[in-house]
């Protein structure tokens, strides 16, 4: 392999692997910011300015509704 085909292949590796990286860095923040949503919606819960209903209501809100295909 000549020197310029080295310097591709490696490029393209190093975009895959970032591009890797970043996507399970966003995955983490989402998860993140979702579970901290959560733990919000709880405390209002438990301090009594929502109803569990109204709580179930927002944390439903921001899922994707279930295809037929899924069980």
């Known amino acids: ?6 310097v591709i292949v490696a490029i393209v590796a190093g975009a895959i692997l970032v591009s890797s990286i970043g996507k399970q860095v966003s995955s983490v923040l989402k998860s993140q910011a979702k579970e901290r949503s959560r733990r919000e919606i709880a405390a209002y819960i438990a301090e009594g300015s929502m109803t569990p209903e109204q709580g179930e209501r ?4 921001g899922e994707r509704p279930k295809s037929p295909c899924e069980s």
């Not at 392999?1 to 080295?6: E, I, K, L, N, Y």
């Not at 927002?58 to 809100?61: G, N």
Request: charged content about 20%; hydrophobic content about 50%.
């Open 1 to 6: 392999m000549s020197d310029s085909q080295v």
């Open 58 to 61: 927002l944390i439903r809100a």
